[in-house]
């Protein structure tokens, strides 16, 4: 027996799931590459190689981990979905399991998972960068201090996500 209404109320959650991973994703790159000292970029023109290998091998694990992702959610949506979803949308729940678990929530876990390969290299790279600086004294305008500082907003925005994907996963399996 179909919830009524719940294919719209996962696509929302779905698409607001994937605009907060993007963004906690995104951000997390940023950080990881002020840390290294590039504070701006220009997404139109070349950049410091640096930068540029970051993003690559960015770009690289996305569409590595994109396939396996949409496997696992595609997997688990038909195993879980289309007897909640009822009808809905379009008179076929199938096509309900496959607008959300096989197009949109890949993304989302896509992005989660280079996000979170991104915050550990991060912390790894903080981390060693205070350590040879330890004997130093540090100024009050010290960028590392700004850095660890933002650092900690990670925290913010990864507990939105676990928290949003919570709902998300709950709502589905009531």
């Given at each position: 027996?179909?919830?009524?209404?719940?294919?719209?109320?996962?696509?929302?959650?779905?698409?607001?799931?994937?605009?907060?991973?993007a963004?906690?994703?995104?951000?997390?790159?940023?950080?990881?590459?002020?840390?290294?000292g590039?504070?701006?970029?220009?997404?139109?023109?070349?950049?410091?190689?640096?930068?540029?290998?970051?993003?690559?091998?960015?770009?690289?694990?996305?569409?590595?981990?994109?396939?396996?992702?949409i496997?696992?959610?595609?997997?688990?949506?038909?195993?879980?979905?289309?007897?909640?979803?009822?009808?809905?949308?379009?008179?076929?729940?199938?096509?309900?399991?496959?607008?959300?678990?096989?197009?949109?929530?890949?993304f989302?876990?896509?992005?989660?998972?280079?996000?979170?390969?991104?915050?550990?290299?991060?912390?790894?790279?903080?981390?060693?960068?205070?350590?040879?600086?330890?004997?130093?004294?540090?100024d009050?305008?010290?960028?590392?201090?700004?850095?660890?500082s933002?650092?900690?907003?990670?925290?913010?925005?990864?507990?939105?996500?676990?928290?949003?994907?919570?709902?998300?996963i709950?709502?589905a399996?009531?």
């Amino acid at each position: 027996m179909g919830v009524q209404g719940l294919f719209w109320i996962e696509l929302g959650l779905g698409i607001a799931l994937l605009l907060l991973t993007a963004k906690a994703h995104g951000r997390q790159i940023r950080l990881e590459r002020e840390l290294e000292g590039y504070m701006e970029v220009d997404f139109r023109k070349d950049n410091p190689p640096w930068v540029e290998a970051l993003w690559r091998k960015d770009r690289r694990r996305f569409w590595i981990t994109l396939p396996v992702a949409i496997v696992a959610t595609s997997v688990a949506g038909l195993l879980t979905l289309p007897s909640r979803f009822g009808t809905e949308p379009l008179g076929n729940p199938i096509l309900g399991v496959v607008v959300l678990a096989g197009l949109l929530w890949p993304f989302a876990v896509t992005f989660t998972s280079n996000g979170i390969q991104s915050v550990a290299r991060h912390r790894k790279a903080l981390n060693e960068k205070t350590r040879s600086r330890s004997n130093q004294a540090h100024d009050p305008m010290d960028p590392y201090l700004s850095i660890r500082s933002a650092a900690r907003g990670t925290l913010l925005f990864w507990g939105s996500v676990v928290g949003l994907g919570a709902i998300a996963i709950l709502v589905a399996l009531s």
